[in-house]
């Protein structure tokens, strides 16, 4: 018998193997074929690639119930393979199902196997080490016998590996729990199952081998690209379809189109004919024009695409900007095409419910996510399924809050041993499954022919595959990204309001506006898509360019493993350091950016042009930088690379320094069209700061969108000469909002408590009838609840009929008592601004690191104080935005953005400061700060102490 039944983490609550943990052991116990055995298919895809790259044959199987019995299959062929899809599709949407036909049926009980056998089915009875003798009296009396092992667990540990897992799918604790499975279940050898039950018996023994000569006869569908149909198109040519389309966009694009665009054009559509694309340009363009969407931004490789542009799918001419279509398509590239499309977040999910109407539930779904547990998240879990206290697990919150990792805050302490070892001994286990962000994939049929999907969780009326983006990427369902993007909504909503003061969109240029420019070249673009983070503004500041070119060069250059390589670019940048090109090779390639190497593409052009490969090859070690096992297989390339090279006869120095900026875009890095497209939006969202910055900041706060909290962008709005004004139930809106060009409005949104369909009903009455004369004549015309009007009153939405402020009496006389928790609006600005950041979150006057300042004192300077290097500081700040960070000897630090009423201002926590602390800052900390200011390149920044 060569082959057994592998169940792994995927069965959930069960499996305690992953897949290659599973194909590991299957080979130390003597097996050549490994067959997987789950509750689903969600692991077929990494068993399968675990199996082939240990020299398995992996066979694809699972399990499923029917009808209060268990069995299994192994498909046979494509038809028997549609058929288990199908039945595990019904089964995940509530529905009975028809067992597959075209399969091995293995049943687990003599019950299922007779049941399943009345019903037409052949079907054989599943061997158990439990039960040796009923197997074989069940053989003798006719039933054939099947007996490959199944692998379970070795050892006493995976067992109660096991009960653990059963405890927290349950919600039990393992001291309650039944496992499913005993100490005779444990794996044996090859060689120990053959000579024991049920091995011995011989006719089982062929009917095994039979069973594996079927199964593995069949080859399943894998890589070959599985491309959607259009409804608009189902019957037409998709080529001429596809062309005519094409030339439809040319007016609307441009009003001369440029000379090399008709060859462009033509290579283009040629390479999507070769390749039988057109389809999917077909499907993407019809999704678009279906959705009717406000503003829509392609990105990705495929707005390297001339054809993207003329369909309206992506914005930013790849002519112009000298975008590389071949990161895209290309001859040599396997890859089908894969588009992401953004939405304004608020109108993502009506688009794919519309998607999902037109081509009907049968031939689409979104892609899953698959969940792992990590050691932090797997710690509260694994201490409830060991009944741990509700005490217990506060302390464990207290302990691990904010760290890194989340462990370190227990680690070496006894109390917790135990618990940290069975956390960490699930990390990497498959934990659930979620939505992915957007990914989408449609059939030309039944979907079920191809993979099973379910009902995705907390999305009504959505499927999920039941593989992930891995997995249907790699069987070759091709997907489509269709996700959603707050700053499309803050720009659709600022230029909603500014109406007829906005140029048309022909004549509306915001990359060529001096004003635009100009405030990013300060960096002044907190608020600002795509690059307001810290790192983004001090690059921004340090260069002193704001023009469209150098921003979609830094959108990229921003990586996690970049500092040394950012720095060179600076000095070239601005002439400190003399550009002289190490090699002629980068002289061409990489002028723009001063010989660094910033996108996805300069990869895959200096692993041509320096170590000869093709574009395949060197398209290969762009995919496998940003895989998560890049630092298995990466020294493989370097290796052939550095060969490449000398063979070309590169210098060895230019290797050196050549590899080491290609080592910087380890899991994080960008292609030029993707930065390019969002750039474009970039540049939108910048030039509405910089001419209405009211109606930027209100659209900014009220879409929950950036890198920032709304007291933060307050705080940027008060340095732009706004003023804030409360909630007011006569001139405030659901939303934040401007009034004229200087003044912001909190919206009703802010005020905690108030019930968001009582506040509708208020807006709707007001907007039908007018405002309301007072408060007596609102609760007269609006019926709200106590809570919702306490809530209103409390954060001063009805102050303009306050008398003297006095929030209590005036709900004192309209509510017939004293309305609890309703306070007198403060005379006192400070104690005001204690009582707004309780209630609102924010605060109208005073900056939050003001009113600490007063409540506790001992802080004699400002964050704009941290201008003037060389000092030591003390000031109270806003903690505004962080991130955590490891040095190359694994050490923790923190960079940290502050905030007061002076300024913002970067800081950097190194280790020794980051330990003495013993937790990170948080962003929305209003904290004291000790440090030494500094500069660097012009720009002054807080070494904490």
């Known amino acids: ?55 398995l044959t992996p066979l694809l199987g699972c399990r499923f119930p029917w009808r209060g019995f268990a069995f299994g299959a192994l498909p046979c062929s494509d038809r028997g393979y549609g058929e288990l899809c199908r039945l595990l599709t019904d089964q995940a949407h509530g529905r009975e199902g028809e067992p597959p036909r075209e399969c091995v049926l293995l049943a687990e009980t003599p019950e299922g196997q007779a049941y399943l056998a009345r019903e037409g089915f052949a ?55 039944e496992p499913l499975w005993e100490p005779r279940d444990a794996a044996v050898t090859r060689a120990q199952w053959e000579t024991r039950f049920p091995g011995a018996d011989p006719a089982a023994a062929r009917e095994t081998e039979a069973i594996l000569e079927r199964a593995s006869a069949w080859r399943m569908h894998w890589g070959d690209w599985v491309m959607p149909r259009p409804i608009r198109a189902m019957d037409a040519d998709l080529d001429a379809e596809l062309a005519e389309r094409v030339r439809a966009g040319i007016p609307r694009r441009y009003a001369e189109p ?41 990105r990705g490789s495929g707005a390297a695409s001339v054809v993207s542009f003329l369909l309206g799918i992506t914005n930013v001419d790849p002519v112009a900007t000298n975008l590389m279509f071949e990161r895209f398509l290309s001859e040599a590239r396997r890859d089908p095409p894969d588009l992401d499309i953004d939405f304004a977040w608020d109108e993502r999910d009506a688009v794919i419910a519309s998607v999902f109407r037109r081509y009907g539930a049968d031939r689409i779904a979104m892609v899953s996510n698959h969940v792992y547990f990590k050691a932090k998240g797997a710690l509260r879990d694994v201490a409830l399924a060991h009944g741990r206290p509700e005490a217990d697990l506060k302390v464990l919150a207290r302990l691990v809050r904010g760290w890194d990792e989340g462990v370190e805050g227990i680690r070496g302490n006894p109390a917790w041993a135990e618990i940290l070892a069975k956390a960490e001994a699930l990390q990497g286990h498959f934990h659930q499954l979620s939505v992915h962000p957007g990914g989408t994939v449609i059939a030309p049929g039944p979907l079920w022919h191809h993979v099973p999907f379910e009902p995705a969780p907390a999305k009504e009326g959505v499927s999920i595959t039941q593989w992930d983006k891995d997995g249907v990427e790699d069987y070759g369902l091709v997907k489509i990204d269709l996700l ?21 969109e022909v004549r509306w240029q915001p ?106 090859e060197a398209d290969k070690l762009r995919k496998i930088l940003g895989k ?42 960008f ?65 934040f909002s401007a009034e004229g060009d200087r003044a912001l409005r909190v919206g009703l949104m802010a005020v905690r408590g108030a019930r968001k369909e009582e506040v509708d009903a208020l807006l709707e009455e007001r907007a039908r009838r007018g405002p309301f004369g007072d408060l007596e004549d609102l609760l007269a015309r609006v019926d709200l609840s106590v809570p919702t009007v306490e809530a209103l009153g409390s954060g001063g939405a009805f102050d303009r009929w306050a008398p003297d402020g006095d929030r209590t009496r005036l709900l004192w006389a309209r509510l017939g008592g004293i309305p609890e928790g309703v306070r007198p609006r403060p005379t006192d600005p400070f104690d005001r601004a204690g009582l707004e950041l309780e209630l609102l979150g924010l605060t109208l006057e005073i900056h939050p690191a003001a009113l600490q300042r007063a409540r506790h004192g001992g802080a004699p300077h400002r964050a704009a104080d941290v201008e003037r290097p060389g000092r030591h500081l003390r000031f109270w700040a806003l903690v505004v935005a962080e991130k955590t960070v490891r040095t190359e000897r694994g050490e923790l630090m923190q960079f940290v953005t502050f905030e007061d009423e002076t300024a913002l201002c970067e800081a950097v926590a190194f280790p020794d400061a980051y330990r003495k ?17 500094t500069r660097q390149d012009g720009l002054a920044a807080l070494e904490v102490t």
């Not at 897949?19 to 074929?33: D, E, N, Q």
């Not at 002289?587 to 910033?598: D, F, I, K, Q, R």
């Not at 630092?631 to 050196?656: I, M, N, Y």
């Open 123 to 177: 079907v054989h009875l599943l061997a158990n080490p439990r039960a040796s003798r009923e197997g074989l009296d069940a053989a003798r009396q006719g039933i054939p016998l099947a007996c490959p092992q199944v692998l379970r667990f070795r050892k006493a540990a995976g067992l109660d590996l096991h009960r653990l897992k059963r405890a927290m799918a349950g919600r039990s604790t393992v001291a309650r729990v």
């Open 484 to 504: 959603g993007n707050r700053s499309l909504a803050v720009v659709r909503d600022a230029l909603r309001e500014l109406g007829p003061r906005v140029p048309p």
């Open 671 to 735: 292609c030029k069209p993707h930065s390019a497209s969002y750039a474009q939006v970039s540049f939108e969202s910048a030039w509405i700061k910089a001419h209405f910055p009211a109606q930027f900041f209100a659209s900014v706060i009220t879409n929950q969108g950036g890198y920032y909290a709304p007291i933060a962008y307050l705080g940027d709005a008060r340095r732009h000469g706004l003023v804030v004004r409360g909630p007011d139930a006569n001139a405030s809106r659901w939303d």
């Open 1 to 55: 018998m060569t082959f057994a039944l592998a169940i792994t983490d995927f069965s959930v609550g069960e499996g305690v193997y992953t897949a290659p943990m599973a194909v590991a052991l299957a080979k130390h116990l003597g097996y050549r074929a490994l067959a997987a055995w789950d509750s689903g298919l969600h692991g077929w895809p990494r068993l399968r690639e675990a199996a082939l790259a240990a020299g």
């Open 628 to 669: 998560d096992d890049c630092s298995v297989k990466l020294p493989a390339f370097e290796e052939k690379f550095r060969a490449g090279c000398a063979a070309q006869g590169v210098p060895p120095e230019v290797v050196e320094e050549t590899w080491d900026m290609v080592r910087t875009f380890r899991g994080y890095s």
């Open 258 to 298: 440029p000379p090399e665009l008709a060859g462009r054009i033509g290579l283009e559509l040629d390479l999507i004919r070769r390749k039988r694309f057109a389809g999917y340009f077909l499907a993407v363009h019809d999704i678009i024009r279906e959705a009717r969407a406000t503003r829509t931004c392609g």
């Open 917 to 933: 602390r013993r937790r990170p800052f948080r962003v929305g900390d209003i904290l004291p700060v000790a440090g030494r200011s």
């Open 511 to 616: 990359r060529e506006d001096p004003a635009t420019r100009d405030l990013l070249a300060r960096g002044d673009s907190m608020g600002v898509f795509y690059v307001e983070s810290p790192a983004t503004r001090q690059l921004q500041q340090r260069v002193r360019r704001g023009d469209f070119e150098t921003l979609v060069i830094h959108s990229s250059l921003i990586r996690p493993a970049a500092n040394r390589w950012i720095d060179t670019y600076v000095k070239r940048s601005r002439g400190e350091e003399a550009y002289v090109p190490s090699h002629p090779v980068l002289a061409s390639l990489l002028s723009e950016s001063y010989g660094v190497l910033v996108y996805q593409e300069d990869v895959v052009r200096v692993g041509m042009a320096m170590a000869g490969w093709t574009h395949e």
